[in-house]
C-alpha cells in the first residue's frame, strides 16, 4: 500500500510535469493526499484527468460569482484554487452553483480546505450525490462510487451557520450532571493547591 507521503510526492511531481506551476502542483498534491485520506479515488480521477489534459480544452475560471456556468468544462483545479484564494468573499454570497464541471472529485479538497479557513461546514451536492465537508477533518457522503467521475453537471455549494445539535434544556440538563463532579474548595485544599508551600525570596 502506497503511503500517504508517497501519494503527495508523486502527484506534485506529475502535476509539475503536465504543466502546473510548483505552487499549484504543491496544492494538487496535499488535495489528492486528502481524498486518499478520507477514501475518495483521488489518485484514479487525476490520473484520468491528466490523460486528458493536454489534449482537450478546459476553461479556466478566476473571478468566481454567485453563478458561474460555462460550454467548456471548468477545470477542478483551477476552480479550486481560485475557490480557496477567495473563500472569505464567497463565505458573504452563502451558496454558490457551477455547471458543466470536470473531475468534481478533484474540486472536493478545495472545498474541504475552504471549511476549515472559515469554520464552517459546506455542504456540496454534485449532481444527486452530497458530501458534508467538516472543517478539513472530516467528509461525509451518500457517494460510495470509488470510480472515475468524468463530469459534473450541476454543483451546488453552501455555506453553513454554525448550531448546536442540542437545545438549551438538554445543555442545562447535562450540565447539572456534571456538577457532581465538582469539589468544593476548603481550607485543606487551599493549603495543598497549586504554589502552596512556595517561599517568596524576593
Known amino acids: 500500500m502506497k503511503t500517504l507521503y508517497e501519494i ?15 505552487g499549484i502542483a504543491e ?5 489528492i493526499r486528502l481524498l486518499e485520506m478520507f477514501g475518495l479515488p483521488g489518485v484514479k480521477n487525476l490520473n484520468q484527468y491528466f490523460k486528458l489534459y493536454k489534449n482537450k480544452q478546459f476553461q479556466n475560471i ?17 476552480a479550486g484554487v481560485n475557490f480557496l484564494d477567495q473563500i472569505t468573499i464567497m463565505e458573504e454570497l452563502s451558496e454558490i452553483n457551477f455547471e458543466n464541471v470536470a473531475f468534481p ?3 472536493i479538497p478545495f472545498l474541504s480546505r475552504a471549511s476549515e479557513i472559515i469554520g464552517k461546514k459546506i455542504l456540496l451536492q454534485i449532481n444527486e450525490k452530497e458530501f458534508l465537508l467538516n472543517f478539513n477533518q472530516s467528509i461525509y457522503s451518500n457517494y460510495s462510487n470509488k470510480e472515475i467521475w468524468e463530469k459534473g453537471e450541476t454543483i451546488n455549494i453552501k455555506f453553513l451557520d454554525n448550531k448546536n445539535s442540542f437545545n438549551e434544556k438538554e445543555w ?16 485543606s485544599l487551599k493549603e495543598t493547591g497549586a504554589g502552596a508551600g512556595l517561599t517568596d525570596n524576593d
Open 172 to 187: 442545562q440538563e447535562l450540565y447539572k450532571s456534571s456538577e457532581d463532579t465538582f469539589v468544593e474548595e476548603s481550607d
Open 62 to 78: 478566476s473571478l468566481i460569482t454567485k453563478t458561474n456556468t460555462s460550454k467548456i468544462p471548468y477545470c477542478p483545479i483551477i
Open 105 to 107: 472529485i478533484l474540486l
Open 27 to 31: 496544492e494538487i498534491g496535499k488535495n
Open 8 to 22: 503527495d510526492i508523486t502527484t506534485k511531481r506529475a502535476s509539475k510535469a503536465m504543466g502546473f506551476s510548483w
